[in-house]
């Protein structure tokens, strides 16, 4: 059943794109869901996702929505495709679940969404970023990366030796970090590691060529080359 | 050694636990953490929830914070006792999980902000923002008016079976509905308001209801 996937560029569509590419999937038909023009908005995607967000995945009558629920089936139907990203064991599971879901409370909803869509806005409206919001999003960013890197001091990925759903979840939005605010990445010598090598993965950087919607060239940059672009 | 979780009567976060953990017919020792103190934010505590939050779970060598990772963890591990909760063949398990992720995603978050104005806020003697409470019940009602085509075609979130998706709403919308008063969002859509009047009256949300009062 051909697999069809609505929604590019953003970091949750690109989290369900890298995570087919990880199980060896490459067989897939993207299709922009245009944002700007309100897309998502329309009656036929609504019927898909009445919640009108990106991604959705659609294979045959079969849809489904939520980017980390999707990612979380391709790792259960392509559990043999490869070693487990979502653990072994019943504790590892939960630790890799208790990670996931850190990155969802405490990274992505808490801090890096509002955090970089303010940088989004003001690129894309052509005015100076507001400090008094950016400020205390970019404190709690660091506070998670502190956490992470104190956990990457014991163990290779987030939650264990192993890379897990964790890990893939949080590369395209560490992505971003790296391109507005290295510093948070690169003045933390385990997290620029880890950082690294999770999007170093061949199915990252393919990720990456098949989102021909990603603007900026990839990094990872030292904190200079994003100030460059920052102001370019 | 059996499963100790550590939170507070407060948290739906923690009731959220405790219902599955009634659900599952599972043992378990209740260890209070007084948040009016700030016990949560104590050093000692910070070692096992670095992000100063409850609940957290131990079971043997295992400390697992996030109560969603919880509830599928005990889930996972007492499968086959208790009420099934996770769904039975793949499919069915992605579709609970998707309806996990909308409750956590666009449900919970502007439920929470409503019952930090209306129930929290006053417990701390101080005063309701109404602008923050039209806003966030606006956003609500428009994720609410989807709930209610979803409960139309079927009777449970993620199909014809209560899976943890319907139970993780629970102790949110007891704080909203019974304890905020803002039950007329859901009896204004019937289907909505049935599942709620169902998923309300088992037994294990009437168990734990009654010890938080």
């Given at each position: 059943?051909?697999?069809?996937?609505?929604?590019?560029?953003?970091?949750?569509?690109?989290?369900?794109?890298?995570?087919?590419?990880?199980?060896?999937i490459?067989?897939?038909?993207?299709?922009?869901?245009?944002?700007?023009?309100?897309?998502h908005?329309?009656?036929?995607?609504?019927?898909?996702?009445?919640?009108?967000?990106?991604?959705?995945?659609?294979?045959?009558?079969?849809?489904?929505?939520?980017?980390?629920?999707?990612?979380?089936?391709?790792?259960?139907?392509?559990?043999?495709?490869?070693?487990?990203?979502?653990?072994?064991?019943?504790?590892?599971?939960?630790?890799v679940?208790?990670?996931?879901?850190?990155?969802?409370h405490?990274?992505?909803?808490?801090?890096?969404?509002?955090?970089?869509?303010?940088?989004?806005?003001?690129?894309?409206?052509?005015?100076?970023?507001?400090?008094?919001?950016?400020?205390?999003?970019?404190?709690?960013?660091?506070?998670?990366?502190?956490?992470?890197?104190?956990?990457?001091?014991?163990?290779?990925?987030?939650?264990?030796?192993?890379?897990?759903?964790?890990?893939?979840?949080?590369?395209?939005?560490?992505?971003?970090?790296?391109?507005?605010?290295?510093?948070?990445?690169?003045?933390?010598?385990?997290?620029?590691?880890?950082?690294?090598?999770?999007?170093?993965?061949?199915?990252?950087?393919?990720?990456?060529?098949?989102?021909?919607?990603?603007?900026?060239?990839?990094?990872?940059?030292?904190?200079?080359?994003?100030?460059k672009?920052?102001?370019? | 050694?059996?499963?100790?979780?550590?939170?507070?009567?407060?948290?739906?976060?923690?009731?959220?636990?405790?219902?599955?953990?009634?659900?599952?017919?599972?043992?378990?020792?209740?260890?209070?953490?007084?948040?009016k103190?700030?016990?949560?934010?104590?050093?000692?505590?910070?070692?096992?929830?670095?992000?100063?939050?409850?609940?957290?779970?131990?079971?043997?060598?295992?400390?697992?914070?996030?109560?969603?990772?919880?509830?599928?963890?005990?889930?996972?591990?007492?499968?086959?006792?208790?009420?099934?909760?996770?769904?039975?063949?793949?499919?069915?398990?992605?579709?609970?999980?998707?309806?996990?992720e909308?409750?956590?995603?666009?449900?919970?978050?502007p439920?929470?902000?409503?019952?930090?104005?209306?129930?929290?806020?006053?417990?701390?003697?101080?005063?309701?923002?109404?602008?923050?409470?039209?806003?966030?019940?606006?956003?609500?009602?428009?994720?609410?008016?989807?709930?209610?085509v979803?409960?139309t075609?079927?009777?449970?979130?993620?199909?014809?079976?209560?899976?943890?998706?319907?139970?993780?709403?629970?102790?949110?919308?007891?704080?909203?509905?019974?304890?905020?008063?803002?039950?007329?969002?859901?009896?204004?859509?019937?289907?909505?308001?049935?599942?709620?009047?169902?998923?309300?009256?088992?037994?294990?949300?009437?168990?734990?209801?009654?010890?938080?009062?």
């Amino acid at each position: 059943m051909a697999i069809v996937l609505y929604g590019v560029s953003t970091y949750n569509c690109q989290r369900v794109t890298s995570a087919l590419l990880e199980f060896g999937i490459e067989d897939f038909e993207l299709i922009k869901v245009d944002l700007k023009e309100r897309e998502h908005f329309s009656p036929e995607y609504l019927a898909m996702q009445p919640f009108h967000q990106v991604p959705v995945f659609e294979s045959g009558d079969y849809r489904l929505y939520e980017s980390r629920a999707i990612v979380r089936y391709f790792a259960e139907k392509y559990k043999d495709a490869g070693p487990s990203i979502l653990g072994s064991t019943l504790e590892e599971k939960a630790l890799v679940n208790q990670w996931v879901d850190t990155e969802a409370h405490q990274f992505n909803d808490f801090a890096f969404a509002p955090w970089s869509m303010e940088y989004l806005m003001s690129w894309r409206l052509k005015r100076p970023l507001d400090e008094a919001l950016v400020a205390p999003l970019y404190e709690k960013l660091g506070y998670f990366l502190d956490v992470a890197e104190k956990q990457l001091s014991k163990t290779k990925y987030l939650a264990g030796n192993f890379f897990s759903l964790a890990d893939l979840n949080i590369a395209p939005s560490l992505l971003r970090v790296s391109v507005l605010q290295p510093e948070l990445i690169n003045d933390r010598k385990n997290v620029r590691a880890w950082f690294e090598s999770i999007t170093s993965r061949p199915a990252f950087k393919k990720m990456l060529e098949a989102d021909k919607g990603w603007r900026f060239p990839y990094g990872p940059f030292t904190n200079e080359e994003a100030q460059k672009l920052r102001t370019s | 050694m059996g499963i100790i979780v550590l939170g507070s009567y407060l948290s739906p976060y923690t009731l959220r636990v405790l219902i599955e953990l009634e659900e599952l017919g599972v043992d378990y020792e209740l260890k209070l953490v007084n948040l009016k103190q700030g016990e949560h934010r104590t050093p000692e505590f910070l070692k096992m929830q670095p992000f100063g939050q409850v609940p957290v779970l131990q079971d043997g060598e295992l400390t697992l914070f996030e109560s969603r990772a919880i509830t599928r963890y005990l889930a996972e591990k007492f499968d086959g006792q208790g009420t099934p909760l996770l769904g039975k063949s793949m499919k069915e398990k992605a579709l609970v999980n998707q309806w996990v992720e909308v409750e956590s995603q666009n449900y919970d978050r502007p439920l929470i902000s409503i019952v930090e104005q209306v129930v929290w806020t006053p417990s701390w003697g101080k005063t309701t923002n109404e602008e923050i409470v039209a806003a966030e019940m606006a956003k609500l009602e428009k994720v609410l008016d989807i709930y209610e085509v979803q409960l139309t075609n079927h009777k449970y979130l993620a199909g014809d079976f209560f899976s943890l998706a319907d139970l993780g709403h629970l102790p949110g919308t007891h704080l909203l509905v019974n304890i905020g008063k803002k039950g007329a969002i859901f009896a204004a859509r019937p289907h909505l308001n049935a599942w709620w009047e169902d998923i309300s009256s088992r037994p294990s949300f009437k168990k734990i209801m009654a010890k938080t009062s």
